[in-house]
Structures are given as C-alpha cells and as structure tokens.
C-alpha cells in the first residue's frame, strides 16, 4: 500500500498540531490540580468530577503528542500497514477512561443522596471556591477550545486528535458552567419546590451532568472502535475518494470497478479494484498507485492506496 511522503506543509502541520497538544497536556494538569483543591476547599463531588476530567485530558494529550509525531509514518518492519491506527486506538481508550470516570461519578453520586433519603448527614458546600474555580476553568476551556480549533483549521481540518480536543474543551467548559451555576444557585432554592433536593445538589449536579456525558463519551467510543475493526468509511469521505481517484484514472483508459475505504484517525486506507483493460506492467501500476496516493491526498486528505487488478471486485 503506497503512501504520499509528507511535504513541507506536512511538517507545518506536524509542528502546529504538537504545541496545541503541548498547550493542551499542560492547561489540562493545571485545570485538574484545580479542580482537586477545589473540591478541597468546597467538600464538593461534582468539582472533583470536574478535575478528573481535565487529569484524564492530561494524560491522553501525553499520548496523543507522541502518536501526533508518528501518525504520518508509512508501512515498517514493525507496523506493517503504517502508525495512523494509533490515532484512533488513543481516541477509544480516552472514551472508554471517561466513560469509566462517569460511571463511578454516579454510583458515586446515588450513594449519597440514597444516604440523604435515609437519613444521613450531608457536609455544606462552599460556595467561594466554586464561582472562583467555575470563572477560572470556563474561561481557560473557552481558551483551550479557540486554540485547538484554530489549529485544526491551519493543519487543513484532518487532524482527528485536534477536533476532539476543540470538542472536548468546549463540552468540558459547558460541563464546568452547569456544574458552577447549579451549586451556587442551591441558597435559592429555599422556599422554593426544589428545596427537598438543595442539601444533595452536589450529588444530583454530578448525576445529571455524568449521565449527559455518557451519551457523548459512548458515541466517541463507538466511532473509534469502528475504525478500529475496520468499518467502512463515512459516505461523504468514500465519495470524496470516489471521485478523487475518477480523476486519477482518467486519461488511463482502465475503469475503477470498486473500493474498499477505510478511515484510520486522519489517514484514508483505499484499496482500488481496477480493470487497466490492457496489459500493464509492474512499474505501471506503480506509477499508477502513486498518481492515485498523490490526487487523494491533495483532495481529501492523508491516504494510502493499494491497487488490485480486477474485473469482479469484492464480489
């Protein structure tokens, strides 16, 4: 399977995307050192939540500043079809700490209001911490998601670790808002239909908020454990590459009788059934394999291709 050899701009985009993580591995710590005194100084659950969020962020933005500098690479002794599934398996395992994060959030957070129903003690929260931690962490995730977004856009919107983190700072900042505003809101709810639940609004704004995540948590999971076992790509991307590779061929004479289109992180694997309709040689499919890595590349984006010379397809 043939690969296009990155370019100068290629380096560009490497470099733009390693000081975003970089940027992203520290303000996560930050936030999450945050978010532990926080929680410290306010006794409260849902900020302690919050921080481990942004300590999970921490330690996926190490791996993904690694897996950013090798993601490009082509085929090896040692990874035979190239390193671009590594973007994708850091994505799932990130999912999947989250989701494991959310669900100890609200068994965490049904213990403590089953306690309340029972009769139990609840500790006051402390409300100065948390409109100053609130006001802090919203405003640095607001930052954060500008940041990765922007350089999403100059690395040419194909970098998947990129967009997920512009995401994740924009949820992680809606999260920390909701999270602020319900506990501080909790002295007015006296006299008021919801004061049964003002002692426990820290457990009930860590279960509303985890049971939000999860969905998204879930559906990020899914999406990178589908790359992973090598489902096909999304029909804009096959048609995209359809027509890309229609240019490819056209002054060729063959004809393109199917494709096999995977997407990997940022790269496209195709593999090209392809009926030349003549003799070829070696070095002509060669030629041709790499005119077809060039036009995708240009077009759609990072992209491998392998060309199988047939007249059936996958049939």
Known sequence: MQEKTPDTAHVTHMVLEKRAMNLTRWANL???????????????????????????????????????????????????????????????????????????????????ISDYVLGGDVEAIRLEPVAVYTVIVAAACFWL????????????????????????????????VFAGAGLL???????????????????VMVLILCS????????AFRKGMAQLAGAPASPAD????????????????????????VRLGRKLDTVVYYNPNRAVTADELDQLTGTMADQLTRDVGPSAVMIVVSNKGRD
């Open 30 to 112: 930050g936030m999450g050192l945050a978010g532990a005194v926080a929680a410290w100084l306010s006794n409260s659950q849902a900020l302690l939540i919050d921080g481990l969020f942004s300590l999970i962020g921490y330690i996926s933005a190490v791996f993904a500043m690694r897996i950013s500098q090798t993601a490009h690479l082509g085929p090896d002794r040692q990874r035979p079809f190239g390193y671009a599934a590594d973007e994708a398996l850091c994505a799932t395992f990130r999912s999947l700490a989250l989701i494991g994060l959310v669900i100890f959030g609200i068994s965490q957070a049904i213990l403590g």
């Open 145 to 176: 998601a500008g940041v990765h977004h922007s350089a999403w856009k100059r690395t040419g919107r194909r970098s998947d670790m990129l967009k997920l983190e512009a995401q994740a700072s924009v949820y992680d900042s809606v999260i920390t």
């Open 185 to 203: 809101s909790t002295p007015y709810l006296k006299d008021t239909l919801l004061e049964p639940i003002a002692p426990v609004m820290d457990s």
């Open 212 to 219: 939000i995540a999860i969905l998204s948590y879930f559906r």
């Open 238 to 261: 096959q048609l995209a590459v359809w027509h890309a590779l229609r240019r490819a061929v056209a002054d060729e004479g063959g004809e393109i009788v199917d494709l096999a289109v």
